[in-house]
């Protein structure tokens, strides 16, 4: 699901052969300036998402077993996107307030289905608070975190990185703050995850070569 402003293509002449090069810029972009990461000792790899998008709900259990072999040296968090808009800014509360109350694989799923399939509204605590009855262990203890400074902290963080990763368009994945990958650039979205193998493989020597 993309927005119409593409991602620039970075100059990777100095840093591939040539013969690799057209493939390269045809399967992923690099930011510049890159971004650091929560955990300078670990490779990061973000998906931005949205629950509106169907593209997100076909890649999420792609990405879901790939993200259960990644080796120690790699961590994984997924972002919500939000664009400044008040749809998204709720369904990505929703995300956090599930992820902090630890009650993100009991719904994840069911919030593609209920907003793709069943045209339900969770974007406001109304609609979330009487959606959530009877599919979580403790609703007080989900609503609590879904209006929880923590939350609030949360989707702030979440705006910023989009914007500073320069996310136009969603299900994409960004390996190290630097490599930024998709299904339009990779071709799909298995293509995606075997892409960011190579360049989680390809942040791993340039960490070691410093």
């Known amino acids: 699901m993309k927005r119409r402003d593409a991602l620039k293509l970075a100059s990777l002449a100095l840093t591939l052969p040539a013969a690799s090069l057209a493939r390269a810029q045809a399967s992923f972009t690099v930011l510049n300036p890159p971004q650091p990461g929560d955990d300078p000792n670990r490779i990061e790899v973000i998906e931005f998402f949205h629950y509106g998008c169907p593209h997100c709900r076909d890649f999420d259990p792609l990405i879901s077993d790939w993200k259960k072999k990644l080796p120690a040296d790699v961590a994984f968090r997924a972002v919500p996107a939000i664009w400044n808009n008040a749809q998204l800014t709720g369904l990505a509360r929703l995300y956090y307030a599930a992820e902090v109350s630890e009650q993100l694989d009991a719904i994840h799923a069911a919030v593609f289905v209920a907003v793709q399939d069943e045209k339900r509204p969770l974007f406001t605590e109304e609609q979330v608070r ?12 989900f609503m609590d975190a ?30 190290d703050g630097k490599y ?12 995606t995850l075997k892409v960011a193998d190579e360049l989680i493989a390809r942040a791993r020597q340039e960490r070691g070569a410093k």
Not at 132 to 138: H, L, P, W
Not at 149 to 166: E, H, P, T, W, Y
Not at 180 to 191: D, F, I, K, P
């Open 146 to 175: 879904y209006k929880s400074f923590g939350v609030n902290s949360m989707l702030q963080r979440a705006d910023q990185l989009a914007r500073a990763m320069k996310i136009q368009g969603v299900p994409t994945v960004v390996i």
């Open 130 to 141: 009487e959606w959530i009855s009877g599919k979580v262990a403790d609703p007080a203890k």
């Open 180 to 191: 930024v990958t998709s299904a339009s650039l990779s071709g799909s979205h298995q293509n």
